[in-house]
Every structure is written in structure tokens, then in C-alpha cells.
């Protein structure tokens, strides 16, 4: 397979030298005198349009050097460069009429585009390939208006041609492509069978496209969506695993099945769950929210209504419920050889309740998804499929930024300032501005100059003694002495940024400031963290999921933190917490706080298993989980990590100074995390998610273990190098907080940021701050953070709205907040699950992310729907046996092509209204339709 794929590539000149002269010998001949031809006037339309980023990537590297070099000159006298409103006016199909004769064809000249990039000739492979090989064969034409090398079809063109006497006619010829497309001058026979195959290729029974080489890509690629859907389930790591989603409108078996692509798979809730609770109550919402589908007018509301700041519920640790030892089912639990928590029922000690992967197991599968990402076919079929997703995304907004406005401006009330954002990454100790830790700190000077702080040396200090010892008063401190911005200095220096977190560069005012453990128990901290809640809340749009450290290096730490938390009343309706664990285990084993690194694993998870055993035996910390939504882990991932052993032994044999690997730390928190999260379940308690940082630095290889363990991921930047890994973070829609902004300072500067790539591309990606109080200058660092992004990449407002919606679906928020923040069904695909008078998204758009998906699950999917599939080897079989399928076939092909065949489907009419000879998938589900009339 890998060398068929590959040798697709070269075979240039098999088939030009027989049929037309090498663009090599062609290019002296053609270049001056070239007539007009629309070939070349279709080349130069589309070169124009690379302002839009679509096809310049592509147009260098895929077209023959001496093709592009000569047909640029000679079209530009041609035709000149008309706008892109030119184009809109002149061709129908550029324009959302949906009575549009033309406006399918419109794909076909954006498929040749991509397909230059495909350079195939000899025919038996191009059954392999994975576009039209009539469209490849253009790729490889000689260039027209060379002698011997148009043939018959030139003169074809030239009568077409007639009565088109100015450059717009030809432009719409060119985006008429079916005409245009048949510019290539190949050999009748040649053609013939390039036809044959293109009818193969785009028939209606897609299966019948499924050759050898496609089968095992798609194969390949399904058993690591198989792999990760097997570790999403058994560590219940899925929207309908966590109670605290069951609102009472909301249970696992409530999902139409139709949305497995997306979030949900259906299972049966236990009859014991009640309505899950969330105390202290949200706030009422100020406006009551008109039906968009209700015809009467609308009802004025006064302004005001609801609860206003001062009556949102406070909290009250009284009145938590703190369940007590469960009666009657026996649970127990230890920590197993493995290094692996375990529940156990008493009446089979031996045996764990729940399936845990084991280290070698994760380890195999780890080495699958490795070996496919890597295998070179699979990444040219990765890459191929995201450029075209990307370039289908460039058409879309082309044909549909105008009605997506109007949509928009149709919905009353909604804009970008009021959908609901939350920002899915952000570390707490740093979530504060500069501005606002420092007018903390001199209020404090100011206020209580003589409390006691800190304990150093054998001396207790007050704030006044630490600044006299620092030689600093109030009036010195500003923001240049504070020293804490990440701009300029900490490039690829993650040590550096480290010690940007300490101010004015002291690591006492750090831990004075910014710890939750210490001296004064983390009051300071505790008190600067309720005024940033207050900022949140009174924004009211803006939410957080703050890290908070757990260190591991006693189990004391969690009683700790929950009762800082619980204590100092941090609730927020705006706020849910992670816990992030620092991959520290070379510090402390260095500094001798553990011996291995089982004590490390044991003081993460074994005070989250008593209190999940008896949560009265830590009844702060119950309190506490339940606003705790998942697990971070973090630290700086340029880190080399030597590979010390070819077998990694268990965490109780991990004694060395050495730091485990990543994917060696990712593991235990993945198969801690899933006894955990099996036995909360079981008793009704909400769950958590893994949520790691990953693909910010060092190897690939994190990224890969984040997709079989994580549930959605921070940063993965990485992922622009990692094709095959991309597709299948976008296949299964993982969540990735991105932060542009922190990678500008750390790692990748803004401009070469993958961020806008993603988007385009349909990954689900969210805007976030990762450390305001290091990159951002503002007192709304989220906003700042869509702002710079809404700027530098050129996003629109539907695109702004998209992505906060995004960031509410990421966030680990209960089903009830999300409800009410993004609609009813929110978690369905497309239209149905996007309310557009919650979350501004235009239907159009969402319904354009469904059908893209969808179709290339379905693509992928084929493997399994069909699995009487081709031979591997014979090509003769293949033809027999898709005539065989196809006789069978109409039911099979009906139900895989379902949800992009009904009528109302607003994404295919998006992209191009009648849509009748498709040959690019997906553009339209009645593309094939036609192609089977034919
Ligand atoms: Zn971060």
C-alpha cells in the first residue's frame, strides 16, 4: 500500500510522452504568444483568488514549475483581475440563490485545484488514489495551446468559446467547470477510462469506490476512533457518563442515535439518579427568552428582572448534602501491583469491579495509533483531507458570508458581547492582571503593613519588614518593577516563564500572594480570587475553568485546598475548578519527598477514593469535587525525555531521579481517573474528565497519548505537524483550548499560530487565556484574547460566536448551565443542537460543520458498513464485484448517506443550490445522484 500511494507521485512522463509533448519541451513554445484560453484564464481566476488563502498553498508546489510560470503572464492580459464582487455578480452560481442553475458547478473548479496537487498518471493506480483521476489528469496536462498538445479538445473549447468575447464570459466558463474540465488533452481511450473510474469514483454507491489501498486507510484510521471510543467509555469520560449531566430533560438514552458522530452514544440511565443539583443555584436569567419559532410579537420585558448580583444565593456549607458510607454493596478499593487504584466488590476481593487498561495494554495501542499516523499513505490521505476540508471552508465562506450576516442580524438581542464564553484554560495563580496583583499589593501595604506573612529563616515577617528587606515601598511598586510580563525574554526559555510567576522576581511575595498553602493559609490569595469572581460575574457572559495545583506529594494536600476553597466561600456561578498535577517527580524524589513514583500516584488518588468510598470522612473535600470538572497536567513538554527503559516498569519500581515520560504520567492519571470515575458514577457523584496540557512543546507522541486517554486537550499547536493525528482529533471532535497568545510568547509566534487553520478546517478548537497576569494587559483577558485573534486572523462575528460556543461545549460545566446557555438540545449536530437565539452561530453554519463531518465519517465508515469488500489484490475483481454491490447495494448506500440526504439540508444547499453534478463528496448530497443518471 505505502508504495502504491507514493509512486503516485513521479509517472509523469509515461503518459505525456505518448500522448503531448513534457511541459518541459512544451514551455519555450507556449509562453509568449499563447492564445486565449481558458485554461489558462481559469488558472489565472483562480490564482486571484488565493487573497482569500484558499489555493496558494497549493498552487506552487502542485502545478509543473514552467505550467505556472507561463499562464500567469499570459492571462493577466487577458482577462485582468476582476473583484470577488465581480465574480459574485456575473455567475448565478457564486450567489445564494437557490434557484441557481450553475451553482454546483461551482466545486468543480475548486476540485481541480486541489487535484493539481494529486500528480497521478498511470491509470491502475489511480484506482487507488482518493480523487477523480479525470481531475488528476489535468494535473499532469500539457499546457494548451501547444502544438499536438490541445488535440480535439481544444477546438472543443475554441467553438465554445465563441460569442464569449469578454474575460467575464470566460470566467464563468471557468467556473462552469464542467465544460473546462474536460481541457485536459489525454487519449480518447485514455479519457474513456478516466471517466469509467471518475463514475466509480463518485457513483452513487460509494462503496464501489473502495479499492485495496482506501480500505486499509480507512481501516487504519477506524481502529484508532475504535481506540479512543474504548477508552472514552470505559473511563466514562463521555457527556452522558457524568450524573452531574442528568438534569431531568437530559439522560444518556434521551440521544437520537443519529448523533453518535458527535457526542453521544445511548445507554440506559439507573433508576436511581435523581435530578442532579447544582448549590448554590444559578442565577435567574434578567430576560425571559422569546420562542424564535413564535409568530406573535414580541413582549416588551422590563429590564432588571431576576435576581440581581446581591440576591444570587449564597453559599452555605450547612446546607450540603454529605452523603455517608454506602449500605449494602460492599465496595472496597487499593492500589494494585500495577500501580492502579481498584475497586473491589467484598464478595470477590480478587476480581476489580471495573475494566482498567494495564500499562502494556495502553502501551500497544499507543504503539497502533503511532504506527498509523506515521505510515506514509496515511498521512498524504490525512493531509489531503484537511486541505480540502480547509479549501471547502474557503468556499463556503465565499458563497455564504453575506447570508450567514443576514441570519445573524435576524436574531434580536444576541451579538458577540452577549453569548455566553468560557475560558477552557486558564491557571489560576496567574488568572489576575498585572495591574490588578499590583493594586492588591499596595492596598495590603497600605492597609496592614504589620500582619504577619511569611515564616523564613527562623523569623516570622510582617509585610512592612518583607518590602523594607526587598529595599521597596509601596510608591516604588509598578508594573516594570512587578516584572512579570512573558514578552519579551521567555521564547523557547519555559525556565524563565517559570520564574515570571514570582514578583519582582521574589519568590516570598510569590508565596505570599499566590499560594494557596500557606503562612496566612492563602488569604491574600482567597480574597484577590473573589474579586476576580466578582469581575466574572458581573460581565455575566464571561465563565472560567481555573487549574489549581495538587502536587502529589502528600495525601494532606486536597484536605487543603478544599478547605482554602470552602472556607473562603469561592463559589461562583462563573467558576469550575481543575486540578492541574504538575509532572514534578524528579524535583521531589531530588529533593527526597518520595521514594518512587507509586507514592506520588497514591497521594494524588487516595484521598478521591475514601471521600468517594465515605464522603463524610472528608466532607470539604465531597463539597468541593463537585465543582471540580476534571484533571490537568501540566509542565514544560520541550523537556527532553530520555527513554531510560525498553519495558517501563510499574510506578513502585520507578526510583529513579528521572522524570517518567509523559505518556507514562498520562496513563496513571487516565487509569486512576477511571476507577474513579466508574465508582462516582455508580454512587451518583459527578465524574471527571482528563484534560491535559498537550502538544505545546517537545515530542508528538503526547499528542497521540492525549487522544487515546484525554477528553479534550490544551494548546495542541503540534498537531499542524501531525496530519493523520489532526484528522483524527477532528473526526472525533476532541476539544482544544487554544491559546495564541501564550504560544506567542512561549513558543509559536502569533502569525504561524495553527489556530486559524483549525477552524477553518472544523477541529474544535476555543480561544483561552492560559495566564493573563504573564500575556495579557487587559481587565477582560478573554475578550483581549478574541480580540487580537478577531484582528489578525480576519475573524468574522459568526466566527467570534462560533467559537465561544465551542468554549461552552468544552467546558465542563453541568448540562443544566449549558442548556441555558446554548439551547435546548445543544449537544445534537447541526441545526438541531444550535440555538441561534442563545448562541448567535448561524443555523447555516452549523448545519455546514454537520454535513462536512458527517461525511467524512461516513467515508470512513465504509470500511465497516461494507465488509465484503474488495480483494486486496485483484483490480478485475474489483469492477465484477462493484457490479455485485451495486445490485445489493441501494439500501446499504441509502442509509450511509442518510443524514446528508434529506431535503431541508440546509449545509449542502449552502454550498451550492441545485447541486447536480457534484463530483467533490459532500459539497452536496445529490452530487452522486446525478452521476448515477448519467
Ligand atoms: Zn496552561
Known amino acids: 500500500m505505502a508504495d502504491t500511494i507514493d509512486s503516485l507521485r513521479p509517472p509523469l512522463t509515461t503518459h505525456d510522452s505518448s500522448t503531448a509533448p513534457t511541459p518541459s519541451g512544451s514551455n519555450p513554445s507556449s509562453a509568449p504568444g499563447s492564445p486565449k484560453h481558458p485554461f489558462f484564464d481559469y488558472r489565472d481566476e483562480r490564482s486571484h483568488l488565493t487573497d482569500a488563502g484558499a489555493f496558494r498553498a497549493e498552487l506552487p508546489t502542485a502545478i509543473p514549475p514552467p505550467v505556472a510560470s507561463t499562464s500567469v503572464p499570459s492571462s493577466h492580459t487577458l482577462t485582468g483581475q476582476p473583484s470577488l464582487e465581480h465574480l459574485s455578480l456575473s455567475n448565478p452560481s457564486l450567489s445564494p440563490a437557490p434557484s441557481s442553475p450553475s451553482g454546483s458547478t461551482t466545486s468543480t473548479s475548486h476540485t481541480r485545484t486541489r487535484s493539481r496537487s494529486d500528480s497521478l498518471a498511470s491509470k491502475a493506480k489511480v484506482k487507488g488514489d482518493l480523487t477523480s483521476p479525470r481531475i488528476a489528469n489535468l494535473g499532469l496536462s500539457p499546457i494548451p495551446g501547444t502544438p499536438g498538445g490541445l488535440a480535439s479538445v481544444a477546438v472543443e473549447d475554441q467553438e465554445q468559446k465563441e460569442g464569449q468575447a469578454n474575460g467575464l464570459g470566460l470566467l464563468e466558463e471557468a467556473w462552469n467547470g464542467a465544460k473546462v474540465d474536460h481541457g485536459a488533452p489525454v487519449l480518447n481511450a485514455e479519457r474513456e477510462e478516466a471517466d469509467e473510474i471518475d463514475e466509480v469514483f463518485t457513483a452513487q454507491n460509494p462503496h464501489e469506490a473502495l479499492t485495496a489501498e482506501l480500505r486499509a486507510l480507512y481501516e487504519s484510521f477506524q481502529r484508532c476512533l475504535d481506540l479512543r471510543d474504548k477508552y472514552m467509555s470505559l473511563s466514562r469520560q463521555r457527556l452522558e457518563d457524568n450524573p452531574a449531566n442528568y438534569d431531568g430533560h437530559f439522560s444518556p438514552s434521551s440521544s437520537p442515535s443519529y448523533a453518535a458522530t458527535s457526542y453521544i452514544r445511548p445507554v440506559e440511565l439507573p433508576k436511581d439518579f435523581e435530578k442532579w443539583r447544582i448549590y448554590p443555584p444559578p442565577p435567574e436569567p434578567h430576560w425571559k427568552e422569546r420562542d424564535p419559532e413564535a409568530t406573535e410579537p414580541p413582549v416588551v420585558e422590563g429590564a432588571g428582572e431576576g435576581t440581581s448580583e446581591e440576591e444570587r444565593v449564597r453559599f452555605d456549607f450547612g446546607r450540603c448534602e454529605v452523603p455517608a458510607r454506602e449500605e449494602g454493596r460492599g465496595r472496597t478499593f487499593r492500589l494494585d501491583e500495577g500501580g492502579v487504584y481498584q475497586v473491589y466488590d467484598e464478595d470477590s476481593p480478587t476480581t476489580p469491579l471495573y475494566t482498567v487498561p494495564t500499562l502494556k495494554q495502553y502501551f500497544q495501542d499507543l504503539d497502533v495509533v503511532l504506527n498509523v499516523i506515521s505510515d506514509g499513505p496515511t498521512k498524504s490521505f490525512a493531509f489531503r483531507r484537511l486541505r480540502y476540508l480547509e479549501s471547502k471552508w474557503n468556499l ?40 490588578h496583583l499590583l493594586r492588591f499589593i499596595k492596598f495590603k501595604i497600605r492597609r496592614s503593613p504589620n500582619e504577619v506573612v511569611i515564616y523564613r529563616d527562623g523569623k516570622h515577617l510582617t509585610l512592612r519588614q518583607v518590602f523594607e528587606s526587598l529595599n521597596l515601598t509601596a510608591y516604588d511598586l509598578s508594573i516594570d518593577t512587578l516584572d512579570m510580563h512573558a514578552h519579551q525574554d521567555s521564547f523557547h526559555r519555559f525556565d524563565k516563564f517559570n520564574l ?58 486536597w484536605d487543603k485546598l478544599a478547605k482554602w ?9 462563573n467558576v469550575r475548578w481543575l486540578i492541574q498535577i504538575p509532572r514534578l517527580y524528579d524535583v521531589f524524589k531530588k529533593s527526597g519527598g518520595v521514594n518512587d513514583f507509586q507514592e506520588v500516584v497514591r497521594n494524588i488518588f487516595e484521598p478521591l477514593y475514601e471521600v468517594t468510598a465515605d464522603p463524610s470522612s472528608h466532607p470539604e473535600l465531597h463539597v468541593f469535587l463537585q465543582r471540580v470538572v476534571g484533571f490537568d497536567s501540566v509542565d514544560d513538554e520541550s523537556k527532553a525525555e530520555r527513554r531510560l527503559y525498553r519495558k517501563f516498569p510499574v510506578p513502585k519500581d520507578w526510583n529513579t531521579t528521572q522524570n517518567p515520560p509523559y505518556a507514562y504520567w498520562l496513563y496513571f492519571l487516565y487509569a486512576n481517573i477511571t476507577s474513579l470515575n466508574n465508582w462516582r458514577h455508580e454512587r451518583g457523584f459527578n465524574t471527571f474528565w482528563l484534560r491535559p496540557h498537550a502538544g505545546e512543546a517537545g515530542d508528538t507522541d503526547h499528542l497521540t497519548s492525549a487522544f487515546l486517554t484525554s477528553q479534550s486537550i490544551s494548546h495542541g499547536i503540534l498537531l499542524r505537524k501531525v496530519p493523520a493525528l489532526q484528522y483524527l482529533f477532528y473526526l472525533k471532535q476532541i476539544g482544544i483550548a487554544m491559546s495564541p497568545l501564550s504560544n506567542n510568547a512561549l513558543f509559536l509566534t502569533y502569525e504561524r499560530n495553527p489556530f486559524p487553520n483549525f477552524f477553518r478546517t472544523g477541529l474544535n478548537v476555543s480561544l483561552s487565556t492560559d495566564d493573563p497576569l504573564q500575556f495579557h494587559f487587559t481587565k477582560e483577558p478573554l475578550l483581549e484574547e478574541y480580540s487580537v485573534a478577531a484582528q489578525i486572523y ?19 460545566f453541568e448540562m443544566e448551565i449549558k442548556r441555558h446557555w446554548l439551547g435546548q438540545d445543544w449537544y445534537l449536530p447541526g441545526k438541531d443542537g444550535n440555538w441561534i437565539h442563545k448562541t448567535n452561530v448561524p443555523n447555516l453554519r452549523a448545519e455546514y460543520r454537520r454535513a462536512t463531518l458527517q461525511e467524512e465519517m461516513n467515508m470512513i465508515a465504509m470500511v465497516k458498513e461494507n465488509p465484503s469488500a474488495l480483494d486486496n ?16 447495494a441501494p439500501p446499504l448506500s441509502q442509509r450511509a448517506q442518510e443524514p446528508l440526504m434529506t431535503s431541508d439540508n440546509v449545509g449542502a444547499a449552502a454550498m451550492g443550490a441545485s447541486g447536480t453534478n457534484l463530483h467533490m463528496p459532500g459539497l452536496n448530497a445529490s452530487g452522486s445522484a446525478s452521476v448515477n443518471g448519467r
Not at 476553597?565 to 456561578?573: A, M, Q, R, T
Not at 480576519?794 to 465542563?812: F, I, T, V
Not at 489484490?873 to 454491490?885: H, I, L
Open 500 to 557: 515570571k510567576y514570582n514578583p519582582l522576581g521574589e519568590s516570598r511575595l510569590r508565596e505570599i500572594f499566590l499560594k494557596t498553602d500557606n503562612y496566612i493559609e492563602g488569604r491574600y490569595l482567597a480574597e484577590i480570587t473573589k474579586e476576580i469572581f466578582s469581575d466574572l460575574q458581573q460581565s455575566k457572559y464571561q465563565m472560567a475553568e481555573y487549574r489549581i495545583s495538587i502536587y502529589g506529594r502528600s495525601t494532606a494536600e
Open 396 to 435: 463556503y465562506v465565499l458563497l455564504n458570508e453575506y447570508r450567514e450576516l443576514a441570519e445573524m442580524k435576524r436574531v434580536s438581542h444576541r451579538d458577540f458581547y452577549n453569548v455566553r464564553k468560557v475560558d477552557t484554560h486558564v491557571h489560576h495563580s496567574a488568572s489576575m492582571n498585572q495591574k
Open 794 to 812: 480576519k475573524l468574522s462575528p459568526a466566527d467570534m460566536c462560533e467559537l465561544a460556543r465551542n468554549s461552552c461545549a468544552q467546558s465542563g
Open 565 to 573: 476553597v470552602i472556607e473562603n466561600e469561592l463559589f461562583s456561578d
Open 873 to 888: 489484490s485483484a483490480v478485475e475483481q474489483a469492477t465484477s464485484s462493484d457490479a455485485a454491490a451495486s445490485s445489493q
